[in-house]
């Protein structure tokens, strides 16, 4: 499970494209959003999904603790 911080997530439709993105790397599996502190959760590969976020403008690193 690959935990992410998004910085520049802040509402429903930024998660909206967040999940694109994240589906495209991982398809078939679901990201969970915890907006309130720019989360997201998934299973795959951590680098590999930061780095298709990264490329959409997404403001995207390694969750900690």
Not at 26 to 48: I, K
Request: proline share 5%; hydrophobic share 45%; charged share 25%.
């Amino acid at each position: 499970m690959a935990t992410i911080v998004i910085q520049n997530m802040t509402c429903g439709g930024c998660a909206k494209g967040v999940a694109a993105t994240l589906r495209e790397v991982a398809p078939g599996r679901e990201p969970r959003f915890d907006l309130e502190h720019r989360r997201v959760e998934v299973e795959g590969d951590a680098e590999a999904l930061i780095a298709a976020l990264r490329a959409d403008g997404w403001e995207a690193t390694p969750a900690t603790a």
